[in-house]
C-alpha cells in the first residue's frame, strides 16, 4: 500500500460526459502529480501541484483540469469525454519535487462508450 | 524518436536468471527512476538516480549520466519478479514534476 488513494477504481462513461477523479496524496506529501497511461500513448505526465499551486504541466488537453485543495487532495476533472480518452488515470504524490521518492496510487480505470 | 528508450521491449526468461534492462535517454536529466508495474496496473518506484549505482535487494540500478544511460538488474530472478519495467526521467533545468517514460519492458519469468 503506497498510502495513495485513488477513487473511483473503475469508471465506465459515456462521450459527452464529464467526471472526476479524486486522489489523496500521502500523509505530510505536498506534491501531487497526474498521469494518463493508453495503449497507444504509453504513460504520459498530466499536470503537477505543489501544496495547493500548479507547478507543472505536461501533455494535458483543454478539456482536463486539475486543482489541489487546502487539505491537499486533488481532483483531476475531464470533460466533454472521448472514445480516446479510455485510459489508466494514476494520480502520485511526493515530499517535494521529483528528486525524492515518487508514490503511486492504483489508478482509475476510465472507459468512454 | 521518443526521449527515452527501453530495450529489450519483451523479456522472457527462466527462474534464476540475470536479467538487464536498458534506459537510453536523449535530453539532459536530473533524476531517473526505476518503476515496477504489476498486471493489476499499480505502479512501484523501485528506484531514484541521479549518479553512480543502488541496491535493494536483488535488484540493482546504474546511471551513466555522460553516456545517458541506465541499466536495471535482476539477479536470481524469480516468476514474482514478472511485470512491465518502465524507465522515466526528469529533465534538468526548470521543469519541476514533468517525468517522460519509456515504453516500458515486460519481463516474464518462468518457473
Known amino acids: 500500500d503506497s498510502g495513495v488513494t485513488q477513487t473511483p477504481k473503475h469508471l465506465i462513461t459515456a462521450t459527452g460526459q464529464r467526471v472526476t477523479l479524486r486522489c489523496s496524496p500521502r500523509?505530510?506529501?505536498?506534491?501531487v502529480y497526474w498521469y494518463q497511461q493508453s495503449l497507444d500513448q504509453g504513460l504520459q505526465f498530466l499536470i503537477q501541484y505543489y501544496n495547493g499551486e500548479e507547478r507543472a504541466k505536461g501533455n494535458i488537453l483543454e478539456r482536463f483540469s486539475a486543482q489541489q485543495f487546502p487539505d491537499l487532495h486533488s481532483e483531476l476533472n475531464l470533460s466533454s469525454l472521448e472514445l480516446g480518452d479510455s485510459a489508466l488515470y494514476f494520480c502520485?504524490?511526493?515530499?517535494?519535487?521529483?528528486?525524492?521518492?515518487?508514490?503511486f496510487g492504483e489508478g482509475s480505470w476510465l472507459t468512454v462508450v | 524518436k521518443n526521449e527515452v528508450e527501453q530495450s529489450p521491449q519483451n523479456l522472457t526468461a527462466q527462474e534464476g536468471e540475470f536479467i538487464t534492462i536498458n534506459c537510453s535517454y536523449s535530453v539532459g536529466i536530473s533524476a531517473l527512476h526505476w518503476l515496477q508495474q504489476h498486471p493489476g496496473g499499480g505502479i512501484v518506484s523501485l528506484f531514484m538516480l541521479s549518479s553512480g549505482k543502488k541496491k535493494h535487494g536483488r535488484l540493482i540500478a546504474t546511471i551513466n549520466i555522460q553516456e545517458k544511460h541506465s541499466s536495471l538488474h535482476i539477479t536470481a530472478s524469480h516468476p514474482r519478479d514478472s511485470a512491465v519495467y518502465i524507465c522515466a526521467v526528469k529533465a534538468g533545468g526548470t521543469s519541476y514534476g514533468k517525468l517522460t517514460f519509456g515504453q516500458g519492458t515486460i519481463l516474464t519469468v518462468h518457473p
Open positions: 502520485a504524490s511526493s515530499v517535494t519535487f521529483p528528486g525524492n521518492t515518487i508514490y
Open positions: 500523509s505530510g506529501d505536498l506534491s
